[in-house]
């Protein structure tokens, strides 16, 4: 059984920043990218940010690009997103997601596994 808890979510000031963590408990069977998504309500859940877990290659949203840092430490399975620069517009829910055998990806589609999100708000 696979699982993803996200972590690091709260509450912060517009021109501020949050650093997520998403820790993977158990095996996931294959996918070379990982990635972190979002929902705000009423919206569409929509991908932030990518990394091809094998060479650490990084994929971004327009939106976030310049502002948001995906990262990785296989070593202790965890998968990171920092946040500079928060905007009104970035509060959400934010998603771990695992699994995806497409390089890259910024859609929900291609992710097979996902944690159960940590909130941010930015006021």
């Known amino acids: 059984d696979v699982q993803l808890v996200e972590s690091g979510g709260g509450s912060v000031q517009a021109g501020g920043s949050l650093k997520l963590s998403c820790t993977t408990r158990?095996?996931?069977?294959?996918?070379?990218?990982m990635g972190w998504f979002r929902q705000a309500p009423g919206k569409e859940r929509e991908g932030v940010a990518a990394?091809?877990?094998?060479?650490?290659?990084?994929y971004y949203a327009d939106s976030v690009k310049g502002r948001f840092t995906i990262s990785q430490d296989n070593a202790n399975n965890t998968l990171y997103l920092q946040m500079n620069s928060l905007k009104p517009g970035d509060t959400a829910m934010y998603y771990c997601?695992?699994?995806?055998?497409?390089?890259?990806?910024?859609?929900?589609?291609?992710?097979?596994?996902w944690g159960q999100g940590t909130q941010v708000t930015v006021s």
């Open positions: 997601a695992a699994g995806s055998w497409v390089a890259g990806s910024l859609y929900e589609r291609d992710y097979n596994y």
């Open positions: 158990g095996h996931t069977t294959g996918g070379a990218c």
């Open positions: 990394i091809t877990t094998g060479d650490g290659s990084t």
